[in-house]
C-alpha cells in the first residue's frame, strides 16, 4: 500500500496573507483542489494523510467532496511547526503502508509521472526520495541600446 502525507496547515506568512495560500483560488478552484486532483488522478496513492488545521478541516471536506476518488483519506491537526505537522501526519499513517511520500500541497503540479518516479526509486536500501526541479535561469546584458 502506498501512502501520502500531505501538508497543508501552513500560515502563508512569506506570501503576506491572512489565510491559508491553499484556499486562494485560480479558474474557480483553490490551489489545494489542484493539487489533490493531480495526487488523485496518478491511481498510485491509496491513503492520503491531509495535516490541516483545526479549524480548516471542514473547508478541506467541502474540496474533497468536489473531486472523485477512491482514495482513503484521514485527517489529522498540523502542529506549530512543519516538523510537528510531519510527525502528526506520520503517527496517523497505517501501519501495513509498504511506501510514504510527503509532499506540501502548496505544490500543484504534482504528477502521475513523478509520483511513479518516487515509488520506483524508494527500497528498503533507499527510503525516501525528494523530487525537484532544476532551476535554470538566464541573465543578458547589453551594453548599449541598438
Same mark, same amino acid.
Do not use: W
Given at each position: 500500500?502506498?501512502?501520502?502525507? %500531505?501538508? /497543508?496547515?501552513?500560515?502563508?506568512?512569506?506570501?503576506?496573507?491572512?489565510? =491559508?495560500?491553499?484556499?486562494?483560488?485560480?479558474?474557480? #478552484?483553490?490551489?489545494?483542489?489542484? $493539487?489533490?486532483? =493531480?495526487?488523485?488522478?496518478?491511481?498510485?496513492?491509496?491513503?492520503?494523510? +491531509?495535516? @490541516?488545521?483545526?479549524?480548516?478541516?471542514?473547508?478541506?471536506?467541502?474540496? %474533497?467532496? #468536489?473531486?472523485?476518488?477512491?482514495?482513503?483519506?484521514?485527517? $489529522?491537526?498540523?502542529? #506549530?511547526?512543519?516538523?510537528?505537522?510531519?510527525?502528526?501526519?506520520?503517527?496517523? @499513517?497505517?501501519?501495513?503502508?509498504?511506501? %510514504?511520500?510527503?509532499?506540501?500541497?502548496?505544490?500543484?503540479?504534482?504528477? =502521475?509521472?513523478? +509520483?511513479?518516479?518516487?515509488?520506483?526509486?524508494?527500497?528498503?536500501?533507499?527510503?525516501?526520495? +525528494?523530487?525537484? %526541479?532544476? /532551476?535554470?535561469? $538566464?541573465?543578458?546584458?547589453?551594453? #548599449?541600446?541598438?
Amino acid at each position: 500500500m502506498n501512502s501520502m502525507i %500531505l501538508l /497543508c496547515a501552513g500560515a502563508g506568512s512569506r506570501v503576506g496573507l491572512s489565510l =491559508n495560500k491553499l484556499l486562494l483560488k485560480h479558474e474557480n #478552484k483553490t490551489l489545494a483542489q489542484y $493539487t489533490l486532483e =493531480n495526487i488523485f488522478s496518478s491511481n498510485q496513492i491509496d491513503e492520503l494523510i +491531509i495535516v @490541516v488545521k483545526n479549524s480548516e478541516i471542514e473547508i478541506f471536506k467541502n474540496i %474533497l467532496s #468536489k473531486i472523485r476518488h477512491t482514495v482513503k483519506v484521514k485527517f $489529522t491537526s498540523g502542529g #506549530k511547526t512543519r516538523f510537528e505537522s510531519v510527525k502528526n501526519g506520520l503517527l496517523s @499513517v497505517d501501519p501495513e503502508s509498504d511506501y %510514504l511520500l510527503i509532499h506540501d500541497c502548496a505544490r500543484p503540479f504534482i504528477n =502521475n509521472k513523478i +509520483i511513479k518516479i518516487l515509488l520506483n526509486n524508494i527500497d528498503k536500501d533507499t527510503p525516501g526520495a +525528494i523530487p525537484f %526541479l532544476s /532551476c535554470s535561469d $538566464t541573465i543578458k546584458e547589453k551594453e #548599449k541600446i541598438l
